[in-house]
């Protein structure tokens, strides 16, 4: 069963409200029925002691005396009565029976001196009182005492109107909160269904809607956490469209340099076959169609490559290595590539210099970085430099290429990207997944990478790696 937001509200105010005005009253209550009697049994009390004062002795004391206090209690309400040790009334201002009537316990506690006090009884003395009995000793000896009554409907009225008070204060009570709690679920009714619908335009893909936020509550904080989730969905579908863009033109590309390669091989194939190809030629199309064989092996190896290494299938097999030696060895491998660019390859690196890696992932790193400044690089310059820092080793490989606008750095690190000048035939990295290996490469090996690049300035690549600890 569905409940609106508002009934929810109203209900936990006016349940709140009720049962804490009812605690609030039955302990006020009694609070102030409590606090009337005991001022009622002290006033009774008092004028009790005052009338004993004033009399010497029950049987000597004068018709007068005792009449002006009548008169005085009268205006009190308050009547009272003398009487002797048998408990025979000897004056009253209000009593007609001729006795007290006391039970045994009440008439020894009053013979040892001691006054009783009730300050609730009910038709024991012709009308509901309230009642004080005070002992009077003369020369030690118990003569008697006095008692006082007043009528509890006069206490009753004053805790009547107490209880009138507080009833009058709970629908007063009750109408604010009636009225605090359509303010306050209309207010945040609003926000939820902002949400609701806000929730339904993402759900149908439009991550392009924000709520307005508010840190004062839960709903504000939601309304944030929202936001920054539509946020991310929004980068998140940005990244999924363009690396399927990416996909796409990978999978483009890929049926493009397949065709090429395997033309070329089943031509060679066919031509060896029919005898087309004579002997003189026939040893230049075997090394085509290896050439090009090589070639389809790098592009499955690529993406086998790839695909371990974000499984975390690849282990690591790290060594401390001479970083120059390195360095000259991938200079050698490369300098036949770079003559045909027009480019220098130069080696910048201390002897004493070593990194802690894994050697043939390493290798796999510098070659793919290498390989792909001398893509971009024709008559240049390709530097490879390394030094050693207390708790790490840096490898700068930089170049005096074309470069690349700031804003596309970011981009060459995404599978399946291609820079639009790369798609002339290169040995690694052609594909689109070569850098994208080195950043998961480098990242292994707890290390980090850097590009700086300008437009037609060049472009260093800067990694650096822990050392052994």
Do not use: C
């Not at 006795?99 to 006054?115: H, M, P, S, Y």
């Not at 910048?348 to 790193?365: I, K, P, S, W």
Request: glycine share 6%.
């Amino acid at each position: 069963m569905k409940i609106k937001y508002f009934y929810q509200q109203l209900a936990s105010h006016f349940s709140v409200i009720i049962i804490a005005f009812l605690i609030l009253s039955l302990l006020f209550s009694h609070f102030v029925e409590q606090f009337v009697y005991d001022n009622k049994t002290e006033e009774l009390a008092s004028y009790g002691k005052s009338i004993l004062r004033d009399i010497e002795q029950v049987h000597g004391s004068s018709r007068s005396t005792l009449e002006s206090y009548g008169h005085v209690l009268e205006g009190r309400d308050i009547q009272y009565s003398l009487f002797d040790e048998k408990s025979t009334i000897i004056y009253s201002t209000g009593l007609k029976s001729p006795l007290i009537e006391l039970n045994a316990e009440e008439w020894r506690a009053l013979q040892n001196g001691k006054a009783i006090t009730v300050k609730q009884e009910y038709k024991r003395f012709e009308q509901a009182v309230t009642y004080v009995l005070l002992p009077y000793f003369h020369r030690n000896q118990f003569v008697g005492g006095v008692l006082l009554t007043s009528p509890i409907k006069g206490s009753r009225e004053i805790i009547s109107q107490m209880n009138s008070y507080l009833i009058y204060t709970t629908f007063i009570a009750l109408a604010i909160a009636l009225l605090l709690s359509g303010i306050l679920s209309t207010f945040h009714g609003r926000r939820i269904k902002r949400l609701r619908a806000a929730t339904a335009n993402v759900a149908q893909g439009d991550y392009s809607v924000r709520i307005p936020t508010a840190g004062i509550d839960e709903i504000g904080e939601l309304a944030g956490d929202f936001n920054g989730m539509v946020e991310r969905l929004a980068t998140s579908a940005e990244e999924i469209e363009n690396l399927e863009n990416r996909r796409r033109q990978f999978m483009a590309d890929v049926s493009h340099e397949l065709r090429t390669p395997l033309t070329t091989i089943r031509g060679v194939i066919e031509g060896l076959r029919n005898d087309m190809i004579s002997e003189s030629e026939k040893e230049r199309g075997l090394q085509l169609a290896s050439s090009e064989t090589m070639r389809l092996i790098r592009l499955v190896n690529e993406n086998l490559d790839y695909e371990k290494i974000r499984s975390n299938q690849v282990t690591l097999e790290k060594q401390k290595i001479q970083l120059k030696e390195l360095l000259e060895i991938i200079q050698e491998q490369l300098e036949d590539t770079a003559s045909e660019r027009g480019d220098k390859i130069i080696v910048e690196v201390e002897e004493d210099v070593a990194v802690f890696a894994d050697y043939d992932r390493l290798t796999q790193v510098l070659i793919n970085i290498a390989k792909n400044s001398i893509q971009f690089t024709e008559n240049g310059t390709i530097r490879l430099s390394g030094s050693s820092r207390n708790e790490s080793t840096i490898i700068v490989i930089e170049d005096t290429g074309i470069g690349m606008d700031p804003s596309e750095i970011e981009k060459i690190w995404s599978r399946f990207y291609k820079a639009i000048d790369s798609r002339t035939t290169n040995p690694y990295g052609e594909f689109g997944l070569g850098l994208s290996i080195v950043k998961q490469l480098v990242a292994m090996h707890g290390g980090t990478i850097t590009v700086d690049s300008m437009k037609g300035e060049g472009t260093k690549f800067r990694i650096e790696l822990p050392n052994e600890k």
